[in-house]
């Protein structure tokens, strides 16, 4: 549960529970609503809150713990110092928001080695300034005055006892000890009249407590420096013991991983030749450490604003870490640096800050590699965040921005649907015009392991064609004109069977034809390849694809068995039927020439007859061809109607992107 307290920062929403209690206040994280993403890593307004009450003792007679407290971070502003956001007072209680904190005692045992000599290195950096550029002795150095930002920095914090050289008393060191952390005071401190070299005897025990229970060899030089301080930093004589800054020189702040850091932190104080030098080298060298390390103590920096706008920088570091590790690396694209996983947790939240940067350069380079880092986002993420930041880019001046800025919206279209990319006004102006038989083959064919059986033989599939009446006002009957171009069977190789499955085919072609025709005005049915200037339907072939004619009087004969065959029982009707074809068969000898007359390439026009009385052995082989007809179907009267023919509608005024466009 949280509570809404009225103070300088509105929005600000603090948690009932506390992270931290001391002798002196309460720690709280808190939320600033829609303002104030500045503030965290997040990006989600996160803050720490401080509450503190009046306190007893000598040195809190005009200010309470946390009123100094707060009123030191206001005045000394470091990078490595907890960041002073805004304080008030409610009723009896002080309130001081800062940057979001968590206490190094509570992450300490996650980190690495590493991450805690980069750490020692801040602490010891924001001591140099208080010491020599500010002339303040903190007086608390410990765990408990450290605190961790979101990104893995650490910050100098606990700066309630901290006074100038000139009130670094005896006196003042004794009044405070009561509440100073034990094994940092040195015994003897009372005894001692230089009383300047308090810090270095603290720092000495805050880095034997950081790397207790870590092995000397996992820091280079770490074995070393624990040694120095001990014989240095914790000197019986304090005159003999050295200056902080003199520590910053020693080995354990300078190798490798540490001068990387460094040069980060200092980039605009370097020249161009060096940095140059040190960004085309960076990544080589960053390979030889933990990646979890790296990410989380360098992204920040390797993504800062200077490091994005250095042209080589842009060229051999930016790519690199702006895409996961685990992607497929295809030819002429850059592998990535950081695994998915370490990206999402460390690179990913750098990145929702950068989309809030209005610098035209930073986002053009942010838009330029969004194919490759666009999925590590969750579907919230992009529509709350990265969208809107997107929408606002297409409204610029900059055509090159609003040109790359369109492109990658149109990559959030397959993820977020184009209704929460461009808005729900849409309206469907296109028609998909394929023909309808080539694609129900082409989604037949996708399945390779089956083999292609089409469900409708060639007569059942819809006629592309029209069909219009012919220039006489006769109709034609169906019944006959389907049944003339059934082929019968081969002469003496016929069978009651036979027949009766002719008569059937004749009646399933006519009752297809007639229920085909009823839908001639469904557009669905049609292929959108329309004819208009075929005016008939040939049902047969034409005359000269026919090998051979079949006498009149034969026909004749054929129809009247026909007639005589449905008015008959069936014993007179197979004896009639067997004369009759066997009739045929000696009238369709006459008639054949040669067998080679079957062969298409000896087709001809007119054919010359040979004897009479010559036999041939090859008559029963002869096929019975009809004489091929042209039916002329009656025009049927509807519109003609293709989806070729589309007219967007004029009325439909609706506009994607259009609402709230100047908002």
């Given at each position: ?9 509105s ?31 997040k ?132 009044h ?28 000495a ?17 770490l074995?070393?420096f ?5 014989d ?8 003999k ?56 103590q360098l ?63 930073i ?156 839908k001639?005005?469904?557009?669905e ?111 049927v009267t ?8 589309f007219?967007?509608d ?14």
């Amino acid at each position: 549960m949280m509570g809404n307290d009225s103070s300088h920062l509105s929005g600000l929403e603090i948690e009932e529970k506390a992270v931290e209690i001391t002798d002196f206040w309460c720690h709280y994280q808190a939320t600033i609503r829609d303002s104030c993403r500045y503030f965290s890593l997040k990006s989600d307004g996160s803050v720490s809150v401080f509450k503190g009450e009046a306190a007893v003792g000598p040195l809190w007679a005009i200010s309470t713990p946390l009123e100094k407290f707060s009123n030191n971070l206001l005045k000394y502003r470091h990078p490595c110092i907890v960041r002073y956001i805004s304080a008030w007072q409610q009723r009896s209680t002080l309130h001081l928001a800062t940057e979001y904190v968590q206490p190094l005692s509570q992450v300490l045992n996650g980190l690495t080695p590493l991450q805690i000599c980069i750490g020692l290195n801040n602490i010891l950096r924001a001591l140099v300034f208080l010491h020599d550029q500010a002339g303040m002795s903190h007086n608390n150095i410990s765990i408990s005055a450290i605190y961790v930002t979101g990104d893995g920095q650490w910050k100098l914090g606990g700066l309630q006892y901290m006074c100038s050289f000139s009130e670094l008393t005896p006196a003042y060191l004794k009044h405070a000890r009561i509440h100073r952390y034990d094994k940092a005071v040195d015994p003897d401190e009372e005894l001692y009249e230089i009383t300047s070299k308090v810090d270095q005897y603290s720092f000495a025990v805050l880095v034997d407590d950081v790397f207790k229970n870590r092995k000397d060899e996992e820091v280079p030089h770490l074995k070393e420096f624990k040694k120095y301080c001990r014989d240095s930093l914790q000197h019986h004589d304090p005159a003999k013991r050295p200056n902080l800054s003199d520590v910053l020189q020693h080995s354990f702040f300078n190798h490798e991983f540490i001068t990387i850091y460094k040069f980060l932190n200092f980039l605009p104080l370097k020249s161009e030749e060096e940095k140059c030098e040190f960004f085309s080298n960076i990544l080589d060298s960053l390979k030889c450490y933990d990646e979890e390390t790296v990410a989380k103590q360098l992204s920040g920096l390797l993504l800062s604003r200077l490091t994005m706008l250095d042209q080589t920088a842009r060229r051999d570091v930016i790519p690199f870490i702006l895409k996961p590790k685990n992607e497929r690396v295809q030819n002429g694209e850059h592998p990535g640096f950081f695994s998915l996983t370490v990206f999402k947790e460390h690179v990913k939240p750098r990145l929702m800050q950068l989309f809030g940067v209005r610098d035209s350069q930073i986002r053009l380079l942010l838009l330029a590699h969004f194919s490759k880092f666009v999925h590590v986002f969750s579907q919230e993420e992009l529509s709350q965040h990265i969208l809107p930041e997107l929408l606002l880019g297409i409204k610029d001046t900059d055509d090159n921005l609003v040109a790359a800025t369109l492109i990658c919206l149109s990559e959030l279209v397959p993820i977020l649907g184009a209704d929460t990319v461009i808005g729900v006004k849409r309206s469907k102006f296109f028609t998909d015009g394929r023909p309808n038989s080539k694609t129900k083959l082409q989604a037949t064919h996708r399945t390779p392991e089956k083999l292609f059986i089409p469900e409708k033989s060639l007569r059942d599939l819809p006629c592309s064609e029209d069909i219009y009446e012919s220039n006489d006002s006769e109709v034609v009957n169906f019944e006959n004109a389907i049944s003339m171009n059934i082929r019968p069977t081969p002469v003496g190789g016929e069978s009651l069977e036979d027949d009766v499955r002719i008569k059937d085919t004749n009646i399933k072609i006519e009752q297809d034809v007639t229920i085909r025709e009823t839908k001639i005005d469904s557009e669905e049915d049609w292929s959108d390849w329309e004819n208009t200037n075929n005016r008939q339907l040939t049902l047969s072939t034409t005359p000269e694809t026919t090998l051979h004619s079949i006498d009149n009087e034969f026909i004749n004969k054929i129809a009247d068995f026909k007639v005589d065959n449905e008015n008959s029982d069936t014993k007179e009707n197979s004896s009639k039927r067997k004369t009759l074809l066997q009739k045929a068969a000696i009238e369709a000898k006459k008639h054949i020439v040669d067998i080679s007359e079957l062969d298409i390439k000896n087709q001809k026009a007119d054919y010359s007859k040979k004897s009479v009385d010559e036999f041939d052995f090859f008559a029963d082989m002869m096929p019975v061809i009809e004489k091929p007809t042209v039916v002329n179907i009656d025009h049927v009267t509807h519109d003609i109607s293709s989806k070729l023919n589309f007219i967007p509608d004029d009325a439909d005024d609706n506009e994607g992107w259009g609402e709230n466009w100047n908002d």
